[in-house]
């Protein structure tokens, strides 16, 4: 056995793709046959046991990290909402009656929006050589498909952090590849949704998005989060769906809590309260 070099640290130990290989190569016999025999890292039988659900926790939460670390993103901007909005022109597939389809054709021009401020985020990232402010969605379609897209306009990578569902969630082809991960996990897939985040930007949607929207402002509440913008496009969607001033005025949030959202109508706004917030030379646009 000679030792080996792996990332410039020296490591005189076995390596472990090799003796996983060497395992597979080993002579067919009732013992090597058994369960027990394999690697108990290369035993998938063993890692979807209920008793190993911290260790499955913890590779979804390593996976992302280190892949995203070893490709030099350090900041990103999180793109949330609906899956079932429309690019303009493309049918409503999710709508089930007439006044379904006319709202969500009418919200294609979120899609639209979403996919040019995901241009406009792409445009300064590719000034840090793709390593802040990069653009990451749900992966799936909609709203998060326009932001994968909006990226791949300024041919800049993006991030996409799908879950399996039993509907609606697949990769959509905007994803950068290498960067489209995916997750059993709701609670490890939005901590990668927010470890990054320099600004949260959430467009119309449905019970998820809002999951993501209050999960977010709750921990910029209650200070388990840096207090980065948190903008929300479509002001008459959000005022109709939510009384957020209510919620003050009743007393079960605070007056200033109010403060913590803005609400704009388009990517260029969003862009600027970004580009105010961190002061960013040349971002005015």
């Known amino acids: 056995m000679s030792s080996k070099r792996r990332n410039d ?36 039988d063993f890692l979807c046991r209920e008793e190993l659900r911290p260790v499955r926790l913890q590779l979804e939460l390593l996976k992302t990290e280190i892949m995203l670390a070893e490709r030099g993103i350090k900041s990103t901007v999180v793109m ?55 653009v990451v969605t749900g992966g ?20 996409g952090l799908n879950i399996i569902l039993p509907h609606e969630q697949a990769p959509n082809e905007f994803v950068t590849p290498e960067l489209c991960f995916n997750f059993h996990y709701f609670a490890v897939r939005k901590m ?13 949607g449905g019970f998820g998005t809002m999951d993501e929207l209050f999960e977010t402002l709750t921990l910029i509440q209650t200070g388990r989060m840096e207090a980065v913008p948190v903008i929300l496009f479509g002001a008459e969607f959000w005022h109709k769906i939510i009384n957020f001033e209510e ?34 030379k040349g971002a005015t646009r």
């Open 80 to 134: 949330f909402g609906g899956a079932r909005i429309p690019a303009p022109g493309k049918d409503a597939w999710a709508a089930k009656n007439d006044t379904q389809r006319k709202n969500l054709t009418a919200a294609s021009k979120y899609y639209e929006e979403a996919r040019k401020f995901a241009q406009i985020c792409s445009q300064h990232s590719s000034g840090t050589n793709n390593t802040e402010f990069v």
């Open 192 to 204: 990668h949704f927010l470890m990054r985040a320099r600004a949260i930007t959430v467009f119309p």
């Open 9 to 44: 640290v020296w490591d005189p130990l076995a390596d472990s793709k090799s003796d996983r290989a060497r395992a597979a190569e080993v002579l067919s016999t009732p013992q090597t046959e058994a369960p027990a025999y394999r690697l108990a890292f290369a035993d998938e």
């Open 140 to 159: 799936g379609p909609g709203v998060m498909e326009a932001g994968n897209r909006g990226a791949a306009d300024d041919a800049s990578p993006s991030i």
């Open 247 to 280: 919620l003050a005025a009743f007393g079960t949030i605070s007056p200033e809590d109010l403060g913590l959202i803005r609400f704009v109508e388009n990517a260029d706004e969003a862009w600027q309260i970004i580009a105010d917030h961190y002061a960013l």
